[in-house]
């Protein structure tokens, strides 16, 4: 199953209205009191509007949520959405976020929105993490969509950790770049650097890789997020279809 372009000819939807229709859906799973992780990208976006939209009507109340990224923050205050920490909200109920990938198992690639770190930390203390896609998400084995995977790295010496991701035998000699904003660096909100990895074919043992990531020192966070969602939400021009753990 690799990732498709939308379906061609008469039925299409715009990628734009299946984002809205799976955030949409995934607010329905939102209840008044509830502390709240909000995700970023284009298709949390959708979701966070759609909370500010019924706090303002009234249909649901007493809301605090834990945003994932400077721009959700500002988004969400814009939305009148209260917002607080997960030093003063260590649980959170229900996060909603986008994602890059989905395996079958439900497995995500996810950050490259650039708000990884913030994502994984909000949404490993969630009790119900509820990922929004359209089918263009879905891929066969994560790092099949040839899209590049993110890894989080501080400043200091970043080439040099470039090198050893490129080296580890978990990530099978994928390629490494790091990731621009024009003539610059791209700077996360957590004030370090973003390596993508590049895969030449789809990750064998996502756990090892993520365990190789991981133990290298300066190397904060990555994209690979694994047996954290609980529900995902798809939108295809078919219709909405969700998959629960
Ligand atoms: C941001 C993310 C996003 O959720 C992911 O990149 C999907 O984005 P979009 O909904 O815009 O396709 O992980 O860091």
Redo the contacts with the bound molecule.
């Keep these: 199953m690799s990732p498709r372009p939308l379906a061609e000819g008469t039925k299409t939807v715009p990628q734009d209205e299946l984002?809205r229709i799976a955030a949409y859906k995934a607010v329905e799973y939102v209840k008044s009191g509830m502390v709240l992780g909000l995700?970023?990208?284009?298709?949390?976006n959708f979701a966070v509007a759609r909370i500010g939209q019924l706090l303002k009507e009234g249909k649901l109340k007493d809301i605090i949520a834990v945003a994932?990224?400077t721009r959700t923050a500002e988004q969400a205050v814009a939305a009148g959405i209260p917002l607080s920490g997960l030093d003063d909200h260590p649980l959170i109920d229900l996060s909603i976020?986008?994602?890059?990938e989905v395996d079958p198992d439900l497995n995500l690639v996810?950050?490259?929105?650039?708000?990884?770190l913030r994502?994984k930390m909000v949404e490993t203390a969630s009790a119900t993490f509820v990922v929004?896609?359209d089918e263009t998400?879905l891929v066969d084995a994560l790092g099949g969509s040839g899209l590049a995977m993110p890894v989080e790295v501080v400043q200091f010496c970043w080439k040099y950790n470039a090198e050893r991701l490129k080296k580890l035998p978990e990530l099978a000699g994928c390629e490494v770049k790091l990731r621009m904003e024009g003539d610059n660096p791209f700077v996360t909100d957590n004030s370090n650097y973003i390596i993508e990895l590049y895969f030449k074919e789809p990750i064998k043992d996502a756990k090892a890789a993520a365990n190789a990531i991981s133990s290298i020192p300066g190397v904060v966070g990555h994209?690979l997020f694994l047996d954290m969602a609980t529900h995902v939400i798809i939108a295809s021009v078919d219709g909405v279809t969700v998959r629960s753990k």
Excluded: I, N
């Design positions: 984002k995700g970023t990208g284009s298709t949390a994932t990224s976020d986008g994602a890059d996810k950050g490259r929105g650039g708000a990884l994502e929004v896609v998400k994209g």
